[in-house]
């Protein structure tokens, strides 16, 4: 078993189906690198998020990435960390990361996931 603190360490909403089913997604495309990713569930575990330095409000609302060095990640610096791991996800990191591409994802985000919270349900 690869040791955790040489893992990406993903928090990712447990309760959402379509967070549950984006992870098999990148697991499936990632293959042998998806051992260097665990995939933290933060369903009830507010306190440990804080411990981390996350705010649970906040990690509903964007991803969140533990990289190697314990620095923590969010919203798109953490979909880049986590594509830039699998060559074939390369490429969207990189578009993602351009100037003029990633406040209009930011914010198309945002509006994705609010629009799932404030229905309760996905």
Same mark, same amino acid.
Request: net charge positive.
């Given at each position: 078993?690869?040791?955790?603190?040489?893992?990406?360490?993903?928090?990712?909403?447990?309760?959402?189906?379509?967070?549950?089913?984006?992870?098999?997604?990148?697991?499936?495309?990632?293959?042998?690198?998806?051992?260097?990713?665990?995939?933290?569930?933060?369903?009830?575990?507010?306190?440990?998020?804080?411990?981390?330095?996350?705010?649970?409000? !906040?990690?509903?609302?964007?991803?969140?990435?533990?990289?190697?060095?314990? !620095?923590?990640? !969010?919203?798109?610096?953490?979909?880049?960390?986590?594509?830039?791991?699998?060559?074939?996800?390369?490429?969207?990191?990189?578009?993602?990361?351009?100037?003029?591409?990633?406040?209009?994802?930011? !914010?198309?985000?945002?509006?994705?996931?609010?629009?799932?919270?404030?229905?309760?349900?996905?």
């Amino acid at each position: 078993m690869t040791d955790s603190k040489a893992k990406l360490v993903v928090f990712y909403d447990g309760s959402c189906p379509t967070c549950i089913k984006d992870r098999r997604w990148y697991e499936k495309l990632a293959g042998k690198t998806c051992e260097s990713v665990e995939w933290l569930d933060i369903t009830g575990r507010d306190d440990e998020l804080r411990s981390e330095g996350i705010d649970p409000y !906040r990690a509903l609302r964007e991803l969140h990435v533990k990289d190697t060095q314990g !620095r923590i990640h !969010r919203e798109m610096d953490a979909y880049i960390l986590l594509m830039s791991r699998v060559p074939v996800l390369k490429p969207l990191a990189w578009l993602i990361g351009l100037p003029l591409i990633r406040p209009g994802l930011a !914010r198309l985000y945002h509006a994705w996931v609010s629009r799932r919270l404030d229905a309760g349900a996905d």
